[in-house]
């Protein structure tokens, strides 16, 4: 889904029986951390949110500038998250490079999530 400000508010009608969240922030937008921050922050902040795993992508990579993947999770306070299960890959999506590697880390933590709560 879309990420711009105008899509934001349909995202709460997608969170009822929601097994993943793959959230994929601009490294290089570097003033607008704190934004892409607040936004995760509240989609994850619900009950039916509670302990769904969480796949961000650190994309733009590539970009000179860029905030690295580790700095980026921090900004993002992952770590502060003790039960929630999460993983942060780096990425660039115009050349494919970790998007791959995403989308397995998100299947295989929603397959956990999913036997875990049936
Ligand atoms: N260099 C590089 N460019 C990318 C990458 N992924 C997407 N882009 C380019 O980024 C542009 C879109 O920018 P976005 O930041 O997604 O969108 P935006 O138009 O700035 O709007 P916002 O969502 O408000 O930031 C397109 O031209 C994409 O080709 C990447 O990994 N590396
Ligand atoms: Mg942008």
Same mark, same amino acid.
């Given at each position: 889904?879309?990420?711009?400000?105008?899509? /934001?508010?349909?995202?709460?009608?997608?969170?009822?029986?929601?097994?993943? !969240?793959?959230?994929?922030?601009?490294?290089?937008? /570097?003033? /607008?951390?704190?934004?892409? /921050?607040?936004? +995760?922050?509240?989609?994850?902040?619900?009950?039916?949110?509670?302990? !769904?795993?969480? !796949?961000?992508?650190?994309?733009?990579?590539? +970009?000179?500038?860029?905030?690295?993947?580790?700095?980026?999770?921090?900004?993002?306070?992952?770590?502060?998250?003790?039960?929630?299960?999460?993983? +942060?890959?780096?990425?660039?999506?115009?050349?494919?490079?970790?998007?791959?590697?995403?989308?397995?880390?998100?299947?295989?933590?929603?397959?956990?999530?999913?036997?875990?709560?049936?």
């Amino acid at each position: 889904m879309g990420g711009q400000e105008r899509m /934001r508010p349909l995202w709460r009608m997608y969170l009822r029986g929601t097994d993943g !969240v793959l959230f994929v922030v601009d490294s290089a937008d /570097r003033d /607008r951390i704190p934004e892409a /921050r607040e936004e +995760l922050l509240r989609i994850l902040d619900t009950p039916e949110m509670k302990n !769904v795993p969480l !796949v961000v992508i650190a994309n733009k990579q590539d +970009l000179p500038g860029s905030i690295d993947c580790k700095e980026l999770g921090k900004r993002l306070q992952l770590p502060q998250m003790s039960t929630r299960p999460w993983v +942060l890959h780096g990425a660039c999506a115009t050349t494919g490079e970790g998007i791959c590697e995403s989308m397995e880390s998100l299947a295989k933590m929603v397959k956990e999530y999913k036997s875990k709560n049936k």
